[in-house]
């Protein structure tokens, strides 16, 4: 049955894993549909880094470029809003908007990203991407030889703090808790000083998003310039209802195609990979479209 919403392509997610494989679609003439709710994980972080001829821009500098040039080619479509649901069907798949606009297409892309879970800390989301990061790559650069705390233990805070400790001499891993470093990381730890509080903290103290101060539940406080933090995330419904397979971490499982588990559907950036960048979700998008491409050039003969 003809739809006259038919598209050969529907990429869910419209931020830099959705443009990437929009672009390599729209440059095989793939008729493609773009769904994106204009919400990037990044969007509160002053200036995007590690990404080659883009160092330094701000995330919307390069959504908008990334946006223009994949415009440009006309059978590419752009629709702003949410997707509720994607169903598979007998043949291909369906997608429904929040406003109830229903959709077809023979394959999907999943690029919906992750969401970040904010602690119950306060002041923490309002720092996050500014002076609290996720990464030593994106943000490590700019805040180096800072005082600096780790918010994680065990293992993960031991892990970032041996990338960091190149980054700054002034470390302090606060692990809320009763510390879970093994006998060798915690000699580590002591031989390159780096101090560890196990105090709960309360509130990051902060200027616009620039912390200040981290307070601690027993009423203390103590001065930091920044933050590493590694949080929990929620991985989008649409994946999971679709029957996606996720790992056990919680990322959707594609191969080194971008196929997941549901034939006819690919995944590309955060949601799929552990590691977290603008390049790697560019990278994962370009490898997506051409895989989709593929094998809609397969399916026609
Ligand atoms: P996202 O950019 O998160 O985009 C996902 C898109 O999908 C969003 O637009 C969202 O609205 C949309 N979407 C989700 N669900 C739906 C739905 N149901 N319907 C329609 N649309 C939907 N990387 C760097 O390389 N350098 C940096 O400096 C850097 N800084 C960062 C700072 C912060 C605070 C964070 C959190 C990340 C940072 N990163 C940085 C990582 C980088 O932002 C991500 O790797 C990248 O954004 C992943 O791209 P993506 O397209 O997979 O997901
Ligand atoms: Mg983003």
Not at 64 to 73: D, G, L, P
Not at 102 to 127: H, N, Q
Not at 239 to 260: A, R
Request: proline share 2%; aromatic share 8%; net charge negative.
């Amino acid at each position: 049955m003809a739809h006259t919403k038919d598209y050969e392509v529907i990429i869910i997610g419209g931020s830099y894993a959705g443009l990437s494989a929009a672009m390599a679609l729209g440059r095989s003439l793939r008729k493609t549909l773009v769904i994106d709710a204009g919400k990037a994980c990044n969007r509160q972080t002053p200036h995007s880094h590690n990404f080659l001829t883009q160092d330094g821009s701000t995330p919307q500098e390069i959504a908008t470029i990334s946006r223009s040039q994949v415009a440009k080619y006309k059978t590419v479509t752009f629709y702003e809003g949410l997707v509720i649901t994607a169903t598979k069907l007998s043949e291909g798949f369906e997608v429904i908007t929040g406003n109830g606009d229903v959709f077809y297409a023979k394959k999907l892309v999943i690029a919906t990203g992750i969401r970040d879970l904010m602690p119950g800390i306060e002041g923490f989301a309002e720092c996050w991407g500014i002076s609290v990061v996720h990464c030593p790559y994106c943000h490590g650069y700019e805040i180096r030889g800072k005082k600096t705390a780790i918010l994680a233990n065990g293992d993960t805070a031991f892990h970032l703090a041996s990338l960091v400790n190149n980054l700054s001499k002034k470390l302090t891993i606060i692990t809320s808790e009763d510390c879970t470093f093994d006998e060798l990381q915690f000699q580590k730890l002591n031989k390159n000083g780096i101090k560890i509080i196990e105090k709960e903290i309360s509130t990051i103290e902060h200027d616009a998003g620039h912390l200040k101060y981290i307070r601690f539940k027993d009423g203390s406080r103590e001065a930091f310039d920044a933050a590493y933090a590694a949080i929990p995330f929620e991985q989008n419904s649409i994946p999971v209802e679709l029957g996606c397979q996720l790992t056990e971490f919680g990322y959707i499982e594609v191969d080194l195609m971008g196929k997941t588990s549901v034939k006819g559907v690919l995944a590309c950036g955060d949601n799929s990979s552990m590691m977290r960048s603008v390049a790697i979700a560019v990278y994962s998008g370009n490898v997506a479209g051409a895989v989709v491409n593929h094998e809609l050039t397969q399916e026609a003969v």
